[in-house]
């Protein structure tokens, strides 16, 4: 894996690693998340892309409000899971344990 991809998919590890701390909240999260993937500049690898893109489309459906929820929305917890499965995936990816 080149360098470039490797330091971009540690900054993905590093925002999600906060949510998935509790250094941020899901709403935080949400923001950052979204911004980050919209803007991303680099062309990574496709299975990498795949993971990042999962974990936008569940970041988009976040709804924090069980009122506001519709069919297809998540709630936290599914959101938490998914951010989980894409950490590890990345951590993976990277070779961090």
Known sequence: ???????????????????DSGD???????VLYIRKFKRESIDLPKDVFEELDRLFGDVDAYSPDDRDRVIGSIDEGAL??????????????????
Do not use: N, P, W
């Not at 894409?86 to 990277?94: F, Y």
């Open 80 to 97: 938490r899971m998914s951010a989980k499965r894409t950490l590890s995936a990345l951590r993976l990816v990277c070779g961090i344990t």
């Open 24 to 30: 941020i909240d899901a709403s935080a999260f949400e």
């Open 1 to 19: 894996m080149k360098k470039i991809h490797k330091d971009c998919i540690k900054k993905y590890i590093e925002l999600i690693g906060q949510y």
